[in-house]
C-alpha cells in the first residue's frame, strides 16, 4: 500500500459544480496536510494547508481532514474554467521532512 | 505569501555538459530545501534534502554524483546535472518550508532538455 493514495482522475465538471478532491493515507504520523494546484509546465501552488483534523475555509476552497478516518478532501465550489488543472495532495511528518504526495488528479472544468 | 524562486525557467543542454539551477527563498530563510523530479502526467519525486551547512541526503536509486547539491546559505540551494544525457530531460523543481515549518512553497520549475 503506498502512503498517500490519490485517484488521479481525470475528473470533468461542468462550470459551476461542486468538486470533491480526495486522499487517504496510511501513516498516521502525518501532521501537516497540503493541496496544491499545478498547471501544466508550472510548478506546484500552494492553496490549502492544515494542521489536525477539521475544516478549513478559503473562499470557494475548503479542506477536510479526519485523521480518525486518514482521510483528506478538498472542495471547490462554483468550479470555473480556470480550476483546470492537476491537484495535488501532500502530507509531511514534521517541518523539515519532505512531502509525501498522492499521485494528483487532473481536473478538467468545462464551461 | 512566501517565494521561492527558481532559475532557469527552461534549459537546453548538450549531452556530457553540466546544468546548475538555482533555488532561492526571497523571503524567509530555509536551512532545508527539497529538489523534487516529476515526468509528465506523474506526480513529483522526491530525489534529495539540501541541508545548509552540510551534505544533502539523496533518496534511494539518486546518484549523487551526478546531481550535485550545495546549500551555500540560507536562502539558496543549487542543483548540478553533471554530463547530462537525454534520460535526465525532466521537469526539476525545488521547495522550501517557511519558518513555521508548517507551510511548503515550491519554485517554478525548470525543464531540462538535452540533445
Known amino acids: 500500500q503506498k502512503e498517500v493514495e490519490q485517484d488521479p482522475g481525470p475528473l470533468s465538471v461542468p462550470e459551476g459544480a461542486i468538486v470533491s478532491l480526495n486522499c487517504t493515507y496510511s501513516?498516521?504520523?502525518?501532521?501537516?496536510f497540503m493541496w496544491y494546484r499545478q498547471y501544466s509546465r508550472k510548478g506546484p501552488e500552494l492553496l490549502m494547508y492544515?494542521?489536525?483534523?477539521g475544516n478549513k475555509e478559503d473562499g470557494r476552497f475548503t479542506a477536510q481532514v479526519d485523521k480518525s478516518s486518514k482521510y483528506i478532501s478538498l472542495f471547490i465550489r462554483d468550479s470555473q474554467p480556470s480550476d483546470s488543472a492537476t491537484y495535488l495532495c501532500?502530507?509531511?511528518?514534521?517541518?523539515?521532512?519532505?512531502?509525501?504526495f498522492g499521485k494528483g488528479t487532473r481536473l478538467s472544468v468545462i464551461a | 505569501g512566501a517565494v521561492v524562486s527558481q532559475h532557469p525557467s527552461w534549459v537546453i543542454c548538450k549531452s556530457g555538459t553540466s546544468v546548475k539551477i538555482e533555488c532561492r527563498s526571497l523571503?524567509?530563510?530555509?536551512?532545508?530545501m527539497f529538489w523534487y523530479r516529476q515526468f509528465p502526467k506523474q506526480s513529483l519525486m522526491l530525489m534529495a534534502t539540501?541541508?545548509?551547512?552540510?551534505?544533502?541526503?539523496?533518496e534511494q536509486g539518486v546518484e549523487k554524483d551526478k546531481f550535485l547539491i550545495n546549500h551555500a546559505s540560507l536562502t539558496l540551494s543549487t542543483l548540478t546535472v553533471t554530463s547530462a544525457h537525454p534520460e535526465d530531460s525532466s521537469f526539476y523543481i525545488c521547495?522550501?518550508?517557511?519558518?513555521?515549518?508548517?507551510?511548503?512553497?515550491f519554485g517554478q520549475g525548470t525543464r531540462l532538455t538535452v540533445v
Open positions: 521547495s522550501a518550508p517557511t519558518p513555521s515549518k508548517a507551510e511548503a512553497f
Open positions: 492544515t494542521y489536525s483534523s
Open positions: 523571503d524567509f530563510q530555509a536551512t532545508t
Open positions: 501513516n498516521s504520523a502525518f501532521q501537516y
Open positions: 501532500a502530507m509531511r511528518v514534521s517541518g523539515n521532512t519532505p512531502l509525501v
Open positions: 539540501s541541508n545548509e551547512g552540510s551534505k544533502a541526503t539523496y
